[in-house]
């Protein structure tokens, strides 16, 4: 191998990654296509022939490794984390007023009053990514996954020709992370669709599931064709400190210079930023483009405003999910019309009817909408609502579609009003609307719609934690009068279970030990997957530390369920009318005969006092627990009555602290608030 043609290598790679910057992230051609395709098969040439000349950052490498059997999972050096939501101008308001008061005294203060602006940069509608480079070469990219864990998709993301794969700097810091969102335009959804419509393949329902689909693809050729594209909006240096004087640039001081330098580095930072010296610039911006951001070539749902100053953003640290230096403000739910092509009737685990209208389908917020809730005989009453209506849609929360009002003047002749049900369209039987409630519902035990929803929730994590029952199972099983209570899970064989199709001697003898071993499940437990209106595993536990057996419970009448800490008159009502049922005893005389745990055995009789002895107080966790996970933290403190919040405060009584405690500990000292180590903890709890 000659000089020559390392010279030649070096120099192909050197425009390929030019007119690819140009192409991609400029917007700007500085090559034409037969060109560009010219000097990169001479390139592919020369690295087949000269193998030990590749190296990562060829452009060559994109797409050249194989299909994966499986993504790992990758722990983020820095949280990915989300971001709060602000949801109208007001919330953002609220939002300022949380981080001010969360500055103290002395260089937080000076921080807030020499550096308060904000940048905003549009939300883009798509899938976050991490990217780590080491000595300007890229080497991974991870998915957000749950913001601490990652899936590491290397090969994909090599795939996005909008992120560089070497940096554009001669002297690159040893290590760089840099944050952004891939996204689909609009455009190359449209062609990704009706290509999957000519194959008959299911359409993607909008651009941010077909990005997040696309990047979880096991074989990058197929994320290749799917032309992902890519914003950086984050930048950490994490080895660097102030006195590093031999880069080729000035460490940034703030968001805005970060984002100037991701540019310098190669990257596409969307041009719509602006930095904004005040609220009230940054609501111009949000409010200018709730309008213009119809004629983008991609989606956004909002605005993400930041502070400018990194220094100010170190000081105001994260909580346990989101950084208090920035929030999402979110755009108003998108509204559509439609038309009702029929309704029909859902009925829930708890016999509640719930109307929802089949809609002709129509794109509402970047998804496909066909059907949309109608809540209740209120609303329906409310809406005047007519088979063949036009109506206006919406997504409330932005998740579940609801139907927002009717457009009467567009109703056609043929139009025939909605009536709710008088009867269960699942078993027929009467149904009844109890006095006070909006809700109408069907009281009949035996109806299968309720049966299918109670053995769901008896099996479910949080209950009696029945492993393999999921809603297929039971579907099969209530279809085929297999089961006609929860109870009869109990009297369930492996003879029994091969009798259901597509169920083999080895499943059936995994689902007849789950269902053995839930009998070990404890008194709590046992009480939520009764499934009692109102009655949650919090509210379970605490009765169940009240009265110590069932017995105790069914006796007790509502003033006195009521007496529980807690517990209000709603819920200890429907408590009470429950274990006044007949059939709701039997159930109960068939478990205790299965061999689930009713009671506490040896449990003495306690005050009030002794039962909840964190009544009142207001506790926070921070950091890493020795052997409890977080939600068990928390459960266990709930549980004896006490209350957990996510940020301390002046009414903050204790604050739990585990390893890598963070602002939360610094804060709760300033506050002079309570600290508590896993075990002392417990010893709190030992020693009631």
């Known amino acids: 191998m000659t000089p020559e043609v390392q010279q030649r290598v070096q120099q192909l790679r050197q425009k390929l990654q030019a007119a690819s910057y140009a192409y991609y992230v400029l917007d700007n051609p500085i090559m034409e296509d037969t060109v560009y395709d010219r000097l990169y098969r001479e390139l592919q040439d020369l690295e087949s022939q000269y193998p030990q000349l ?10 050249g490794e194989k ?65 780590t480079y080491e000595n300007g070469v890229f080497v991974r990219g991870v998915t957000r996954g749950d913001g601490v864990t990652g899936e590491d998709i290397t090969p994909n993301v090599k795939t996005i020709r909008s992120i560089p794969l070497k940096l554009h700097l001669d002297n690159p810091p040893p290590l760089v992370e840099v944050r952004g969102e891939a996204f689909l335009s609009l455009a190359v ?29 096991l074989d990058p050729r197929i994320v290749a064709q799917r032309r992902l594209d890519f914003f950086a909006y984050t930048l950490h240096l994490p080895e660097l400190g102030t006195g590093e004087n031999n880069l080729a640039f000035s460490l940034p001081k703030t968001q805005w210079e970060c984002l100037e330098l991701l540019q310098t580095m190669g990257f ?143 109703r056609p002749n043929h139009a025939k009003l ?3 049900p008088s009867h269960c369209p699942e078993c ?42 999921g809603e297929k199972l039971v579907q099969q099983m209530v279809e085929t009068g297999l089961v006609h209570s929860v109870a009869d899970l109990y009297d369930l064989t492996v003879e029994k279970l091969c009798q259901l199709e597509r169920r083999g001697e080895k499943s059936a003898k995994k689902l007849v030990k789950a269902i053995e071993e839930s009998k070990k499940q404890p008194w709590a437990r046992v009480l939520y997957g009764l499934g009692i209106r109102h009655v949650g595993n919090v509210n379970a536990q605490l009765l169940t530390q009240r009265f ?74 921070t950091g890493t627990l020795p052997t409890l996970k977080r939600d068990e933290a928390k459960e266990l403190i709930q549980k004896y009555g006490g209350k957990v919040t996510n940020s301390v405060s002046a009414k903050t009584d204790y604050l739990v602290v585990g390893e890598d405690a963070g602002s939360k500990l610094d804060k709760a000292q300033s506050l002079g608030v309570a600290l508590l180590s896993e075990s002392q903890l417990l010893e709190m709890i030992d020693g009631t």
């Open 548 to 621: 110590a057996n069932v017995k105790e419970l069914m006796s007790a009448s509502a003033a006195i369920i009521e007496g529980v800490y807690g517990i209000g008159p709603e819920i200890a009502q429907s408590v009470y009318q429950w274990f006044q049922v007949p059939a709701n005893q039997s159930l109960i005389e068939r478990l205790q005969g299965a061999g689930l745990t009713f009671n506490e055995e040896g449990r003495e009789k306690k005050t009030e006092g002794e039962l909840f002895p964190f009544a009142g107080k207001t506790f926070v966790i």
């Open 67 to 131: 299909p994966s059997s499986q993504f790992t999972s990758v722990k983020h050096n820095i949280p990915l984390y989300s971001l709060e939501n602000a949801f109208n101008l007001e919330e953002l308001t609220k939002w300022q007023e949380r981080w001010e008061r969360g500055l103290i005294t002395g260089d937080r203060e000076q921080a807030f009053t020499s550096a308060k602006e904000y940048v905003c940069e549009l939300k883009i509608d798509g899938s976050a990514l991490a990217l």
């Open 418 to 420: 909605f009536e709710m």
């Open 189 to 217: 959804f449209d062609a990704i669709n009706q290509e999957r419509a000519e194959n008959n393949e299911q359409l993607f329902a909008n651009p941010r599931n077909a990005a997040s689909g696309t990047l979880r693809q």
């Open 268 to 410: 596409k930072v969307n041009p719509n930023r602006k930095l904004c010296p005040s609220l009230r610039e940054v609501e111009e911006y949000y409010q200018i483009w709730d309008t213009q951001r119809q004629n983008l070539p991609y989606m956004t749902d909002g605005v993400v405003v930041k502070l400018n100053s990194l220094s100010l953003q170190e000081s105001l640290g994260f909580t346990q999910k989101f950084p208090r230096w920035a929030v999402a403000l979110k755009y108003a739910a998108e509204e559509v019309p439609t038309i009702v092509e029929s309704v029909t009737v859902q009925v829930g685990r708890t016999g509640a009817l719930t109307p929802v209208a089949e809609l002709k389908p129509v794109q509402l917020a970047g998804t496909t909408v066909s059907r949309a809730t109608l809540h209740n005989r209120d609303r329906v009453s409310e809406l005047d609502l007519h088979i063949g209506d036009t109506v206006i849609v919406r997504k409330a929360g932005e998740i579940i579609p609801e139907v927002v009002r009717v457009l009467p003047e567009l």
């Open 428 to 469: 027929g039987e009467p149904v009844v609307r109890p006095t006070g409630e909006a809700v109408t519902r069907c009281i009949n035990t035996s109806c299968p719609a309720i049966l299918k929803g109670s053995l769901i929730h008896f099996c479910s994590r949080e209950a009696l934690d029945i492993n393999g029952v």
């Open 54 to 63: 590749i190296t990562p950052e060829s452009p060559t490498q994109r797409v």
